[in-house]
Structure formats: C-alpha cells, structure tokens
C-alpha cells in the first residue's frame, strides 16, 4: 500500500474473509444470497486454485492494489495451473479461463461487492445522524440508461428501494450512495418520490428457475451484499454475529 492510498475498510476485509468456498462451474449455479456466504469463481474447479484466487483478491483489497497490480501477480500462478486464456472443452465448446477480461470482471466483482458490504455496515451504524442515501453515477464512460433516471435520487436508509437497488446494480456497474444528513438532503431538494419498481420475468437456464428481475438491474445483482450479510447473520443468531464482528476486530 503506497502512502497516499488510503486502508480498506475493516468491514470490507471482514465481509470477504467470513466467506467460505463453494466449486461452481457457472456463476448462475449460485444465486444471490449464496455469493455472499461464499467465495466463488466460475470454472476454477479445484480448492487449490479457488484458494490462490481468493487470497490474490484478499491481498489486493488489503493493500489497495491496482488491476494492473493483481493481474500482473495472479497471472503467473494461474498459468502453473492451467488456467489462463481459452480451453477447448470435449464437448468442442470454447470456455474462457483467465483471461484478462476475466480477470477484470474477478477483480471488480469482489472488490466493489466487499466494499459495498463493509460501506453498509457503516451506513447502520451512522443512520441516525445520516438518515438518508442519495443515488449517484460512478466514473464509467456509459451509464445504463436507469441508472442515470436514479442519479440524485435520495431516499431514507430503511426505504424498500435499496433493498434490492443499492449499487453494485450490475457486472461493472460503478453506481454509489452517499449518506447524508437531513440538512444535506433538503440543501439536495429535500426527500424524493421512492420510483416505481418495474420488473422483468428472467429465467435460470442452469437451474430453470423463473424469477422477476428490476428493470435495470443485471440478473443476481438485485441483492445487496451488506444488508444479505447481516441478515446472514441474523439467521445464524449471535454465535456467528460475534465471529463476524472479532474478524472485524482483527483488521488493523
């Protein structure tokens, strides 16, 4: 970590390091709640690997590393494994492995994830002076056309909306909430109107299984990891609360 780089969020390390591990040939064969309990990659078939990849992206969220910086690491190892570039399976099908899109999408998918996750701890913890969350667009070059409908949407912490539309929305989406107070909103327009929900039937093809998606919300993003965690939790009761929190406690 260079000096002007400032530390990761303990939460965001606690949330990545509370994960298990679950095998899984295609990122549809977990769904939602399930990539928060555990750490998946899709087509990394063996613990070994799974492990090298986790602790690369455990590395990179401790010690601020750029992609570049990840992928210039990962690389070699995952080419003493095999697994780097396209395979031809035996059914003749072409499967990308480590790719460097692949990589990106690794990489941005469990950084932002886990610091959306710790950011909403904070956002429990802070909401009775920071009461509100307002919507904003992420530095990407092309914004999806709802997203950009949401930008400057302010809402309390507790609206249903966020339940289901707080950022990541999305593969590479760099949509963000900024926590506000009640002066702050209203110097922003005051509360706004929480938006119609529209949704569209999706369906599975790895599982079958039917569900309504948002309407601008990539398929299995429509969970956020930091309030999926605590609930996780919740359900487990205050054992695993308590070890979640010493993790936390351990992360200087």
């Not at 009461?131 to 056309?145: A, F, I, K, V």
Request: glycine share 8%.
């Amino acid at each position: 970590m260079t000096p002007t780089t400032p530390p990761p969020p303990r939460e965001a390390l606690a949330y990545l390091r509370a994960k298990g591990y679950k095998i899984a040939w295609d990122y549809r064969d977990l769904w939602k709640e399930e990539h928060v309990r555990a750490f998946t990659v899709a087509k990394a078939m063996t613990q070994e690997l799974l492990m090298e990849i986790r602790q690369a992206v455990d590395a990179a969220l401790a010690e601020g590393k750029t992609f570049k910086q990840f992928q210039d690491e990962l690389e070699p190892l995952l080419g003493k494994r095999g697994w780097l570039g396209k395979v031809l399976m035996e059914d003749g099908a072409m499967v990308e492995l480590g790719t460097p899109r692949r990589l990106k999408i690794i990489y941005d998918t469990h950084m932002r994830t886990a610091r959306a996750a710790g950011q909403w701890v904070r956002i429990e913890r802070n909401k009775a002076a920071l009461p509100y969350l307002r919507y904003g667009l992420g530095p990407s070059r092309e914004h999806r056309l709802q997203h950009v409908q949401w930008e400057g949407l302010i809402l309390p912490v507790d609206a249903p909306f966020w339940d289901t539309h707080l950022p990541p929305n999305g593969w590479g989406c760099r949509c963000r909430v900024r926590q506000m107070t009640e002066r702050q909103a209203s110097q922003r327009g005051g509360v706004s109107e929480a938006p119609e929900q529209k949704t569209t039937l999706w369906e599975n093809r790895r599982t079958g299984k039917v569900e309504e998606v948002p309407v601008g919300i990539d398929p299995g993003w429509n969970v956020h990891p930091g309030k999926a965690r605590l609930s996780h939790t919740q359900t487990l009761g205050k054992e695993k609360d308590i070890e979640f929190r010493s993790i936390v406690g351990t992360i200087r």
